[in-house]
């Protein structure tokens, strides 16, 4: 349906014609490009209770562009995982973590009166919770203060997931142990993976919990809260590294490899895509339409805007370690475990951006529908 517009003429004489509201020898505050709408960035809903973000709910998704990113120093540290809720990043490694509350711009140190090396964080309702070694790191005011609880298992563990109220721990090295807590990490219970490995990432979405092994032609899910396990067969037997769920699709990618998955039908089959190379693919995470892959010595990222099924690349501001990403408030983050180094996406660019010369000026515009 076509999107009608508010013109405002000069000496501010409005002409009702739709939501809009623009000047008449202003550029074209809509304009359409094989068959996509875009709208000039700076429109704004005549509604009272409108503003600028709920413009563009009204007219579609705004997608943050995985093409322009900008650096952004931490202090000093080494960081494996990055999460994001209540408008808070959080980043965990050796020893630290780090908050930001300002959209991956600034970081800050917090107190964390446990010394332990943190590989993978996930984000509840209420909840950061991080895991390394046997032990979980749980936090309930946003990453300021944390607790630790000890894991039942007997092995190292490598990733945690959230999801319909559950916290899943998969193990890391030549295991078939899981942990599941229903009780916002504060105890925990064992559970049965099908396969022996060594797990890498296990992701929720859909109702269901998917994790992925190093050197497996399987990949395990549990429909039933982390309490069993049932197996799937992947493409090929590849270093399966990170699996993330978005817009009903589980993707999967392979390090030093070209190899990625991704499944529709929540983790039960399995298709193949092909990466744009065969770089260290180590976190796959995704945001509003967009699923973005960072890689180990690289200063490449590779996006998706079709599900997984197509891959495209964007360079990074340096070539570092990267080894985690999240998305949040309209904005990718990634973190390097060497080079103590943050980048982001910037939020006002968007995927899709045509632009228009008005009085030698160069307009950008945002896709909306």
């Given at each position: ?9 000069g ?23 094989d ?18 973000p709920e ?15 900008t650096?952004?120093?931490?202090p ?6 990055v ?25 800050v ?22 895991v ?9 005011d ?6 630790q ?16 109220g ?28 099908k ?33 069993t396990?049932?197996e ?27 190899q ?14 092909t990466?744009p ?11 509003n339409?967009?699923?973005?892959v960072?890689?180990?010595?690289s ?9 997984g099924?197509?891959w495209?690349t964007?360079?990074l ?14 904005v ?14 910037l ?20 896709r909306?529908?």
């Amino acid at each position: 349906m076509p999107i009608s517009l508010k013109s405002v003429v000069g000496g501010g004489t409005a002409v009702e014609l739709g939501e809009v509201v623009w000047m008449q020898d202003q550029p074209q505050p809509l304009i359409e490009v094989d068959g996509m709408s875009f709208l000039k960035s700076g429109n704004v809903l005549t509604d009272e209770e409108a503003n600028y973000p709920e413009a563009f709910e009204k007219f579609g998704e705004a997608k943050a562009n995985p093409m322009v990113w900008t650096l952004a120093p931490t202090p000093l540290g080494a960081f494996q995982s990055v999460a994001y809720g209540s408008n808070v990043f959080v980043a965990v490694g050796a020893q630290k973590i780090l908050r930001s509350t300002d959209d991956g711009l600034t970081w800050v140190q917090t107190t964390v009166p446990f010394s332990n090396g943190w590989k993978s964080i996930t984000r509840g309702p209420n909840t950061f919770a991080t895991v390394g070694g046997t032990k979980v790191n749980y936090s309930n005011d946003d990453g300021l203060t944390w607790n630790q609880v000890v894991l039942p298992t007997t092995v190292d563990c490598r990733s945690i997931a959230y999801g319909d109220g559950v916290f899943v721990v998969v193990g890391e090295i030549a295991t078939n142990e899981a942990s599941y807590s229903t009780d916002g990490c504060k105890t925990w219970n064992m559970a049965t993976l099908k396969s022996v490995s060594s797990w890498q990432s296990v992701a929720y979405g859909g109702g269901v919990f998917v994790a992925v092994a190093w050197s497996l032609l399987k990949a395990n899910y549990s429909v039933d809260g982390g309490k069993t396990w049932n197996e799937a067969t992947l493409p090929a037997v590849s270093s399966w590294y990170s699996i993330a769920y978005g817009n009903g699709v589980f993707v999967a990618v392979a390090q030093n490899s070209d190899q990625a998955a991704y499944s529709t039908d929540g983790g039960k089959t399995w298709a193949a895509s092909t990466m744009p190379s065969s770089a260290k693919w180590v976190s796959v995470v995704y945001g509003n339409g967009v699923f973005v892959v960072v890689a180990q010595s690289s200063d490449q990222v590779a996006y998706s805007i079709d599900d997984g099924k197509t891959w495209a690349t964007a360079t990074l501001p340096i070539n570092s370690y990267w080894f985690s990403a999240a998305y949040g408030n309209n904005v990718f983050v990634a973190a390097t475990s060497y080079g103590d180094q943050f980048v982001r996406t910037l939020p006002a660019a968007l995927l899709g951006l045509p632009t228009e010369t008005h009085d030698g000026l160069s307009v950008q515009y945002m896709r909306v529908k």
